[in-house]
């Protein structure tokens, strides 16, 4: 059993049978009374986010998290096959773990997959990545950066909003935690 001078962000703590991931902390020592921890975590299945407060030296359970580095081969309809790049053993991954991050992926993309036990936990992107847009409606002469949004298509089936400049067939960056238009690639 650990403690609570151990928490750190990033640790996942196992508290009523479930996974948390630490995404904040903090140590408080207040004037008066005891000290303690205030732990912002998030739920590693579902995603939802809770706070929680401990006091200083209380007991936690933390779980040992193998973070891999893998390559995204292919989807074969329910799940997603990813290989570990340092002893290419292949890897099913269910949509649900996968989550949001299938709306960035392309074959032969880097991730990282945490692993708990050998069982796959979460899918981590990179924190941009760079698609062709498929598809979008054709900007008009005069639009400006500032002028506004459209939607666009990108290769990967999901939709985003640009700039009216931008056009079909551009290479854009796009930020994978919330989806945003971060700028055109050449």
């Known amino acids: ?16 049978g479930q996974l948390w991931n630490v995404v904040e902390f903090q140590h408080v020592k207040p ?5 303690f921890v205030r732990t912002k975590l998030k739920n590693v299945v579902s995603g939802k986010t809770v706070d929680r407060t401990y006091n200083a030296g209380a007991k936690i359970e933390i779980e040992n998290v193998d973070r891999r580095d893998f390559t995204y081969l292919y989807n074969d309809g329910d799940s997603y096959v990813f290989m570990d790049v340092a002893d290419y053993d292949q890897l099913s991954v269910t949509a649900t773990v996968v989550g949001d991050a299938a709306n960035y992926l392309l074959e032969n993309q880097q991730v990282q ?4 036990n050998g069982n796959p936990l979460y899918v981590e992107m990179p924190a941009s990545v760079v698609l062709e847009i498929t ?16 939607p666009a298509t990108l290769e990967t089936g999901y939709e985003i909003q640009v700039p009216l400049f931008v056009e079909q067939g551009t290479k854009v960056k796009v930020d994978t935690r919330t989806g945003d238009y971060l700028g055109r690639v050449s």
Do not use: C, F
Request: hydrophobic share 35%; proline share 2%; charged share 20%.
């Open 135 to 150: 598809y979008t409606e054709p900007g008009l002469q005069g639009d400006r950066s500032s002028a506004g949004t459209k």
């Open 31 to 35: 004037g008066k009374g005891g000290a």
């Open 1 to 16: 059993m650990a403690s609570t001078a151990d928490i750190k962000n990033g640790v996942v703590l196992s508290i009523d």
């Open 113 to 116: 997959i945490a692993l708990n």
